[in-house]
């Protein structure tokens, strides 16, 4: 009797994965493959999602013949994907112009016109959302109208990277609730595009996918991609955003916080309302209808990490040792030296788009190994005033955290965060949180298994926990403190500095 599997494919922005489960719950046959994202100006991030979608073809093709010559049968595909990149597209799912990352700044004038249409509590009771230059694709979609009007009037639909994807595979599209509540146009209360936001910013509903449940069975994969990925009529679920799908393979009760560390850094609380949502946060539905999810988002920690070894630990050997060899070489309080940890602009806490990354304290008895641990405890106060509101305005105060991600396997930066945020961190080896959310997603709507079933996986797996150190918890609240100032002291400088010509 063959084995049965679901093809799960995560796509994040520091590259794609994919793997298949059987019906034991087993992740296999894991592959990887990149792609490169695009500057084409300063503030400018852009993806080519044919680039993607080619990638993507490749893993499935290769996941779907594994699966055979194991003897196996493909029963489903799902899609994990980074929220959001805004994508124009014509009627047969192909993209019109390059991607818009949630990273790009270019419409900030977009954002500043949106929030004169309409009262900002007007817009947040709608969305549960700033609104912001790119991490509210509505700002990348009116840009787009006012740059690019010859492709937005070609536009047959518009959606993010996941709606694309899907779109190629099964010619349907949609978009589920998880990434359409960071578009600005959906109600995230009652599951429904705005009728309100899309006439108050003139944007025609036609334009719109369809909204669908994360675990809904889309379409089948198209006959004519047979060929170009193994497999024909296949059923396609929906899937979800990425932190969404990690909360999912996690099953993170209501009233529960975890951190997941990757090019970003997000605590992320699961809640059963919308009641006590956090302007400082980004809100959206959870893949479960009924809860929501709360995500204190830093937006390039793990990025600066890898920027730092990148650029200047040549020779050091992998980033995984000097990461941790060189921070264990500096003092707490790296010497005197400070991290802004604002590489690309930031969101939570400080929402500011002009903001860039910075090191103050620098002297000529400087090393590394104090600019390798500044980054680290930069990262970690940025963390803590996250961990403050979730404190302050939620009324929570996690005794243990757990963390996902490939940050979270960084033992010195566990330490130092531990102490920081004054909360013992557990780290999980369950790999692949996304991409195994997908395949749960896919499993359980393919009648594979059950959401029970999903609890039993998670609980294997090796587990670590990192907890505050008593004798230097002190000093780093005196630190924290001192970082608190930094911010505010060079604002203006950020704002001025952003109207200069490059």
Not at 288 to 298: E, K, T, V
Not at 303 to 332: C, H, K, T
Not at 456 to 469: A, H, S, V
Request: proline share 4%; charged share 20%.
């Amino acid at each position: 009797m063959k084995m049965s599997y679901v093809i799960g494919i995560d796509v994040g922005t520091s590259g794609i994965k994919a793997g298949a489960m059987n019906e034991e719950g087993k992740l296999c046959f894991l592959s990887r493959a990149s792609y490169k994202l695009h500057y084409p100006f300063p503030g400018g991030v852009e993806i080519d999602p044919g680039e993607i979608w080619d990638q993507v073809c490749v893993l499935i093709h290769r996941t779907a013949m594994e699966i055979r010559s194991a003897g196996g049968a493909v029963l489903a595909i799902s899609l994990s994907t980074f929220c959001n990149a805004s994508i124009l597209m014509d009627q047969d799912g192909n993209h019109l112009a390059n991607g818009i990352l949630y990273m790009d700044k270019r419409s900030k004038r977009e954002a500043e016109w949106i929030a004169s249409k309409l009262p900002e509590d007007r817009i947040f009771s709608i969305t549960c959302n700033r609104v912001e230059p790119g991490m509210t694709s509505a700002t990348s979609l009116l840009w787009a109208r006012t740059h690019q009007p010859q492709l937005y009037a070609q536009a047959f639909k518009w959606g993010h990277l996941s709606t694309y994807l899907v779109a190629k595979l099964t010619g349907r599209f949609t978009i589920d609730w998880t990434h359409a509540s960071f578009t600005g146009l959906f109600d995230v209360a009652n599951y429904t595009w705005s009728a309100d936001m899309c006439s108050a910013l003139g944007v025609d509903q036609s334009l719109l996918p369809d909204i669908v449940e994360p675990a809904a069975a889309v379409g089948e994969t198209l006959e004519s991609l047979a060929a170009v990925i193994g497999v024909s009529h296949i059923p396609v679920i929906a899937g979800a955003a990425d932190t969404a799908s990690s909360a999912y393979a996690l099953g993170i009760p209501c009233g529960e916080v975890f951190e997941s560390v990757g090019t970003s850094d997000v605590l992320t609380l699961v809640s059963d309302s919308t009641d006590r949502f956090d302007r400082r946060f980004l809100n959206r539905c959870h893949v479960i209808r009924g809860q929501w999810l709360s995500h204190g988002a830093m937006s390039t920690p793990g990025a600066a990490v890898q920027w730092f070894y990148n650029e200047f630990l040549e020779g050091e050997g992998s980033m995984q040792d000097a990461l941790v060899r060189l921070p264990e070489q500096s003092p707490i309080g790296s010497g005197g030296v400070f991290f802004l940890p604002y590489m690309h602009g930031e969101r939570s806490p400080i929402w500011d788009p002009d903001a860039r990354g910075l090191f103050i304290g620098l002297s000529l008895s400087t090393r590394k190994a104090d600019m390798a641990r500044a980054i680290l405890e930069g990262c970690s106060f940025g963390m803590r005033q996250l961990m403050d509101i979730l404190r302050e305005e939620y009324h929570l105060s996690p005794s243990v955290l757990t963390a996902i991600g490939g940050g979270s396997q960084n033992v010195v930066w566990n330490g130092i965060k531990a102490t920081v945020m004054r909360t013992s961190i557990e780290t999980r080896q369950i790999g692949e949180t996304a991409l195994l959310g997908a395949c749960f997603l896919a499993g359980v709507a393919a009648g594979l298994f059950s959401t029970a079933d999903i609890a039993l996986c998670n609980r294997g797996g090796e587990r670590r926990r990192f907890t505050p150190d008593a004798g230097s918890a002190a000093a780093y609240d005196d630190l924290y403190h001192l970082f608190q100032t930094l911010y505010p002291a060079v604002k203006d400088f950020y704002k001025k500095a952003a109207c200069q010509p490059l």
